[in-house]
């Protein structure tokens, strides 16, 4: 998360002003070494779903500002679907804290990013905390649990069946301690960089930001998602 | 000035002046006199309540602000608290385990714990302090709104809010603000592959948060498209809402 940008930049602006921007530029994120196989191409790119005013950089899939065929809608509506994640989080966000809906009455800009990166990070507690703590889980654990109560003589089975409940619980339970999360040191896969010479830092930025791989990804994707449409795109036509 | 310092120089110089001891100790009382009344004096400036000359404090009874919350959210006397898990999470946006467990934290710090006053008397308890502070985040209400109900004033109430702030910062940041790790990053892509859109990190936006006070000089920098002054919160999530 980068906060802090004047109210005056737009989006694009914004971007360029991020720490996000500047990892992809110097080929420090996303990892390379993470594959994936979009109708039969290779990339070794991972992307981000933005919507239309984002530039087109081969690290943004954007949506297509003309969509006429079935295909292109399709793909657009997917991709509508899954950007809507975030929308969502600045909902949920406000509706949480209510800080955030109201006027922020800090003195000083640096005071309110301050403000602004405690606020997520109290939601990021939550939202780990929670992740997986689904009624579904609980149940299937406490319905073992039950069962093998019920029946009673078997001690094995029954040792078998807290130890599941353990692990239930143990998904959802962090640690009593948010701190004892261990700091997990954050992957730099620089191997670009590392050759130390300029220009394949220039090769590998002209990569990052080319326009072409943006339209190839997007053509890709949408190839990827129209024979399978019914599969992905039903659930959010409904 | 330290009183120490003082010393040390005097002695320097009365060792090169051979200047006798009882002038050295009339210089040091001078000294001394000088710099408690330099103190007193910035003290006096800095600060309101509790110092000659200035409007005194009001007699708030801390204990009853403390009392209020037990009752409310811990349980007093051995009676239950009287909201629950599930109101208190709704409330404060954080669970009380974890809300308990940064009041550990803070509770034998300086500012946050149990101090005697300049009249001998209690100040406030640290859970005080911590529950409005995190009441001003949570609830979004202004730095008085809880008063009457946490007995604190404006001045701590705004101290305790920026103060956890910066700790929350300083002490999660770095596991809770931070791009994803390589375990992490294989679940997301797992997922969005599931959702039809292989090698994708998530989706990428900006929001604005008003800026009330904006000083009048940034007017015009921080002035979005609406026409409000606010600053720009650029993210990226993950499906649980994870930044």
């Given at each position: 998360m980068n906060i802090g940008a004047a109210g005056s930049n737009n989006d694009v602006n914004v971007l360029n002003l991020s720490p996000l921007y500047h990892a992809i530029v110097a080929c420090v994120?996303?990892?390379?070494t993470i594959t994936f196989t979009v109708n039969n191409r290779t990339r070794t790119m991972s992307y981000y779903l933005a919507d239309g005013i984002y530039p087109r950089y081969a690290s943004f899939a954007t949506p297509y500002p003309d969509a006429d065929t079935l295909k292109k809608r399709t793909y657009n509506r997917l991709q509508e679907a899954l950007r809507k994640d975030v929308e969502r989080l600045f909902a949920v966000l406000t509706g949480r804290i209510n800080a955030l809906p109201h006027p922020a009455r800090f003195t000083t800009a640096e005071k309110l990013r301050q403000a602004a990166r405690a606020v997520t990070i109290l939601h990021n507690i939550m939202v780990k905390r929670n992740r997986h703590d689904y009624v579904s889980l609980r149940r299937v654990a406490a319905g073992l649990y039950a069962d093998v109560a019920i029946d009673g003589a078997n001690d094995g089975a029954a040792d078998v069946a807290a130890a599941a409940v353990e692990a239930a619980a143990g998904m959802h339970e962090q640690g009593p301690d948010p701190v004892q999360d261990q700091l997990v040191s954050v992957p730099v896969n620089n191997f670009v960089n590392a050759k130390g010479t300029l220009l394949c830092s220039l090769q590998a930025r002209q990569n990052a930001l080319d326009r072409n791989e943006n339209e190839l990804l997007r053509d890709d994707l949408a190839e990827h998602i129209f024979p399978n449409r019914k599969q992905f795109v039903l659930l959010y036509i409904g | 000035m330290q009183p120490a310092d003082v010393m040390d120089d005097d002695l320097e110089l009365a060792s090169v002046q051979t200047v006798s001891a009882s002038m050295i100790m009339t210089r040091l009382h001078a000294l001394c006199q000088e710099v408690r009344r330099s103190v007193a004096e910035r003290r006096r400036r800095q600060r309101r309540g509790s110092l000659p000359g200035r409007v005194a404090n009001l007699e708030r009874g801390f204990d009853m602000g403390i009392k209020r919350i037990m009752m409310a959210y811990f349980g007093w006397q051995e009676r239950p608290p009287l909201y629950g898990d599930e109101v208190f999470t709704r409330r404060f946006c954080v669970g009380r385990d974890v809300f308990l467990n940064m009041y550990d934290k803070l509770c034998g710090r300086p500012f946050w714990r149990l101090d005697v006053s300049a009249t001998g008397g209690p100040q406030s308890h640290a859970l005080q302090k911590v529950m409005v502070a995190f009441r001003v985040l949570?609830?979004?209400?202004?730095?008085?709104?809880?008063d009457e109900y946490v007995q604190l004033s404006k001045a701590t109430i705004s101290i305790a809010v920026h103060k956890l702030i910066d700790f929350v910062v300083e002490k999660y940041a770095a596991s809770y603000l931070r791009a994803p790790s390589d375990a992490e990053l294989c679940v997301i892509l797992d997922q969005k592959k599931a959702h039809g859109m292989p090698g994708c990190i998530g989706p990428i936006d900006c929001s604005h948060w008003r800026w009330r006070s904006c000083p009048t000089a940034l007017h015009g920098q921080y002035q979005n498209r609406n026409g409000y002054r606010s600053v720009v919160l650029e993210t990226v999530c993950d499906e649980d809402w994870y930044v």
């Open positions: 994120w996303p990892p390379r | 949570a609830y979004g209400e202004k730095y008085d709104r809880a």
